[in-house]
């Protein structure tokens, strides 16, 4: 759950300890916080259903493995950039905890209790767009807590495209992070009543952050998706990693058409792909894809992963277990939550007869409404996603 922080914070000195605070523009303060009382909210409203929901394995009944042979590590390769090698990171868990929020007093909170868990469980996390701390060191703390309390977790930090390229060192440093989200979001700057309107420029702001940055960036959407042509584009100028950022979870276009007293925006409900139709749509020419967006249950990270994904991010599901307002307990809930994925979803593995990640991209797929149109009308071999065991065999 990131966001673009378009408007500027103003400075303001803050006392040893004391929390971020907004002194000239509360509008990007506000938002922060509204941000993350709207998504708790349409995960309350929700009816359940996603394109999630459109894919199915088929069963295969004797083709199950032992649950202690099941690997949940994955490898994530990078591309070399202007200023480190090409590499890999292994993860020991095949999802993360995806980019949320920061830089207010209430959601330093969060962020604390998502260290907190993130550390204790091992998984990788990203922070919200960081952004409003480069613009107002006081805000800064709402980051930095993250890197405090995970010192040696691996860490993302963020940023929205469009920010000056030396922004990309800039929010590295702020947490000591290996990786650097770029997060794209037109459609919400769209909605958004104070958002940007030119777009013309992303593409080589993109390139331009890419090569500032002293560690791997992942360039991310914020919940509707990259098309074939966009990751086409993004292999182009060598970005080495995507994550689709699809359709279906938290909704940026509902949550600032909120914002607005007319909600003239919502002519555009249900616009983008979803993050399983991002996955088979991609091309061959691809980054290393990662998945987020819709992700309710262990089982959606496996379909994820099925559908050519490396690794999947959460982020409403982990951000409810937190809470509101980032309490105490927050983290406790979450490690419990985290330990029962990764329960779950070495059982599907085992079940699907798969031990490792890549096992996964041998199982059967079948599709079903919205997501089935959308590849059919795309040109994704559907017959060949449900027979995939078979030609493995072969």
Not at 63 to 81: E, K, P
Request: charged share 20%; aromatic share 6%.
């Amino acid at each position: 759950m990131t966001s673009n922080d378009a408007s500027t914070a103003s400075t303001a000195p803050a006392g040893p300890g004391a929390a971020p605070v907004f002194a000239g523009d509360s509008t990007r303060a506000a938002r922060k916080d509204e941000h993350v009382d709207l998504a708790l909210d349409q995960r309350r409203d929700a009816s359940g259903h996603n394109e999630f929901d459109d894919l199915d394995f088929v069963h295969q009944a004797l083709d199950g493995v032992d649950t202690d042979r099941v690997d949940l590590g994955v490898s994530i390769a990078f591309a070399a950039g202007a200023q480190y090698a090409a590499g890999e990171w292994h993860w020991e868990t095949p999802f993360y905890v995806n980019g949320m929020t920061g830089g207010t007093e209430r959601t330093t909170r969060i962020n604390r209790e998502l260290a907190i868990a993130a550390r204790e469980t091992g998984l990788p996390m990203a922070c919200g767009s960081v952004s409003v701390a480069l613009d107002d060191p006081a805000a800064a703390r709402g980051f930095a807590v993250i890197r405090d309390e995970n010192p040696d977790g691996f860490v993302m930090a963020n940023v929205g495209v469009g920010r000056p390229a030396s922004d990309a060192p800039r929010a590295v440093e702020l947490l000591g992070a290996n990786a650097l989200q770029v997060h794209v979001n037109a459609v919400q700057e769209t909605a958004m009543p104070e958002g940007s309107r030119d777009f013309s420029s992303w593409l080589t702001s993109v390139e331009q952050l890419a090569a500032a940055s002293p560690v791997p960036v992942i360039v991310k959407e914020v919940g509707f998706g990259l098309s074939r042509s966009a990751l086409r584009h993004l292999s182009e100028i060598g970005v080495g990693i995507a994550d689709v950022g699809g359709r279906g979870g938290t909704d940026f276009l509902k949550i600032e058409n909120a914002r607005r007293s007319a909600g003239e925006y919502a002519m555009l409900a249900g616009f983008g792909q979803s993050a399983l139709a991002s996955l088979l749509d991609a091309p061959r020419s691809a980054p290393t894809l990662l998945a987020s967006g819709g992700v309710r249950s262990p089982f959606d990270v496996v379909k994820a992963l099925a559908a050519g994904a490396q690794a999947v991010g959460v982020a409403g599901a982990f951000l409810a277990a937190i809470g509101h307002d980032g309490d105490p307990g927050g983290a406790e809930r979450l490690i419990a939550l985290i330990t029962d994925w990764q329960a779950r979803t070495r059982a599907v593995y085992a079940l699907l007869g798969a031990v490792t990640r890549d096992e996964l991209l041998h199982t059967d797929l079948i599709l079903r409404g919205r997501l089935r149109e959308f590849c059919a009308d795309r040109g994704v071999d559907l017959s060949g996603l449900a027979q995939r065991s078979e030609a493995h065999r072969a």
